[in-house]
């Protein structure tokens, strides 16, 4: 469904060289749960931009359903891929209201019956009818994530890209919004490609995951590595330790990489 | 009592949680901003000046007691009296009525300058704001050229070029009033310009046409319309600058700028020839710096939580 | 109890804490009836967002706004009533006392003045000395955060350290007056996992060896749990539950087990994640008091 062959990204030129994606290379198959976890600065945020198009500057082939995919992005890939982001008091409009944060894309690709999907997208992701009309600021964290999630789907996507989703909510809330992206994927067989920083996230949400460190890839492994400790490379074993709280013989191992 | 039920029934349905349309949704934000702005004394005392002044320049033929520009030489210079509240000037004129006449030039150039060059600049400051790179370049460039003519020396040099009368003192002060405002325009867009939900919108779509009227202008408006409001006060004096070197309206127009200048010389002995429009000029500019001030509190998009 | 050196010294009290702002809505209490009281150990505050954990840090400093209404039965330090202290009195015991890392250096530090101006200013701001001496002290402190390189580290702007370092400076600047309680408001929320510890590392050598007490606030459960010797957590203002951080995993209070199960693990299955369902019975329920000292 979604191939990325050698994606470099190198930002700025000169003293100020940024090469921040290096020959990074991953395929998701259809209805798969792809993760990229790595620290920041690992790039992670970066190849996610790369593929939704929101970056330009990149080298490397990426395609979406066996069809590469240019720079410039055609209005019908915005009806394949969308993106889901972290911060939920920056991704809505503050002075729309739900219900026109929601018809917007509809009237953009001229899809009509805005009423009915907009209620509809609205009970899937466990929002009533009360919040069409409501502003961004009158809702809470974990309403706000809802609201991203149902406007992903309003263009009936068949990726959706994550971007921390749930890195800014309580963890609580954490937990519903998890649960509602596994229901939602499994309902209209979704592929996700999944960036955290959460190791128990991605190993929660994802069958493959993607280690990066300074823009490569370190490994790709998945849960049942993660759950064994069979681990090829020092950096996912130093990350994979972190994850589990303070421990202090631990800690004093850790090394730079 | 039925009408205090009906009053609740009002609050209930313009401050409730859910609203069922947009139009409650809008109009709820309304009342709630209205009701902020009203805890502002001075702000509603400049509100209301001003509300005076648009219903004086409405009502000038029914308020004004005398012609404007008919003169009576025979009772000129009078000073206040019952007559003649604001006394008359060196041509007999009653000046209580030249004031009243002329709030509906001063309505006239403040309006038409508003409506020219704030649309001009946010369009400007959007623009430039949003694409970057040469667009900006260009567009700040000439933004620039215009900045650094002083106001009334540019609206001379123009009006010098086209004429005196007070359709070309509006273009002219028209022409050096965008320059702030699509500099501010700008300002906001390269703050907005990164937010996710311009880059959500953008995901989903939308043309740069799309995003700089409805997502990007919606943002702006605010910040813009509280410069607009306390540069009314400099549009009035610099439109009163004009009239007073003899470049604005033409006599016998009761523009105030234009009657200051005259009154210049009898300021000693007849002092009411140039402090009336004076005041008028100057309670006029304060209303307009007090209603913009209360319209910073409310529609600053910073403490907007 | 884990980490105890020195004396059984009772270094804080803070007994029926309330704290309260006005809203549009009325008047909100952002901390209710908290109480508890702490030596020369690690305690860690945790809750959620606007449970008031970091009000109630705040308000022991009286670092909250002036709208803000703050009362309490007592907030005693070392002895010292510090409700009855004059403003003046209190800046004392800041820094010298108790002291305060927060969350994001970038916003902790001021921008405009190097490092090692500012952590010399922490402590000539408690001591008068001469420069020089400051600076050494502050050099020193410096190496005792480990910063590789304290000289050349002392002249860099904040927006030149990285997010780690920027915390490690902050905390030399908190700890220079040698305060004898540290509260830590989220000190590595904004750092990288790795980082996180190594920083928590620097600050658990730093308290134990000189016996300070540290109240650590965070919203990670299982981070405090590992670090801390006590737990106090919180929801809604007000303390659900008081337990030894050995014996966290052990609770019955349905808010923290709540919490705990709602965690994705790595070594969990895939089901749904259980979700917590908030009682507002629990807003009324007297404190459970486990593990008081």
Known sequence: MLNV????????????????VKDVSFAVARGESFGLVGESGSGKSTVLNCISGLLSNWDGTIEVDGKP????RHMSFYRKVQMVFQDPYGSLHPRHTIDQTLKEPIAIHRIGDANRRVNQVLREVGLGPQFRFRYPHQLSGGQ????AVARALILEPEIILLDEPTSALDVSIQAEVLNLLQEIRTERNLTYVLVSHDLAVVSHMCDTISVMNHGQTVEIINRVQLQNGSLKEQYTRQLLTASKGYDRAAIDQFQDF | MTNRQNLTGARAWLLTDTPDSAFQAASGRFYLGLLEFFRNRLAVVGLLIIITLVLTATFAPQIAPYDPIATDLASRLQPL???HWFGTDEMGRDIFSRIVWGSRLTLYVILLVAIIAAPVGILVGTVSGYFGGVIDTVLMRITDIFLAFPKLILALAFVA??????ENAIIAISITSWPPYARIARAETLTIRNSDFIRAIRLQGAGPIRIITKHIMPLCLSSLIVRVTLDMAGIILTAAGLGFLGLGAQPPSPEWGAMTSAGRSYILDQWWLITMPGTAIF??????NLLGDGLREVLDPKSDS | MKNRSGINEILLTVNNLQVSFPSPKGVVDAVKNVSFSMGREKIGIVGESGSGKSVTGRAVLRLLPPYARVRADDIIY???DLQSLTEKEMRQVRGQGISMVMQDPKYSLNPVRTVGKQIREAYTIHHQVPKQEARAQALQMLEAVRIRNPEQVYHLYPHEVSGGMGQRIMIAMMLIPQPGLLIADEPTSALDVTVQLQVLAILDDLVSQRGMGLIFISHDLELVASFCDRIIIMYGGRIMEMVDADKLHESTHPYTRGLLNCLPKIDGDREPLPTLERDDAWLDDPVNRAGAL
């Not at chain 1, 994606?7 to 090469?19: E, R, S």
């Not at chain 1, 995919?69 to 410039?72: P, T, Y």
């Not at chain 2, 070029?161 to 007070?166: D, V």
């Open chain 2, 283 to 288: 309670v006029v500019s304060l209303a307009f």
């Open chain 1, 69 to 72: 995919v240019s720079h410039k």
């Open chain 2, 81 to 83: 009296s019952a007559d």
């Open chain 3, 78 to 80: 070392r002895g010292r």
């Open chain 1, 5 to 20: 062959q050698k994606l470099n990204v190198v930002f700025g030129h000169g003293a100020t060289k940024n090469h921040a």
């Open chain 2, 161 to 166: 070029a086209l004429g005196p009368g007070i």
């Open chain 1, 144 to 147: 706000r994530q809802r609201v």
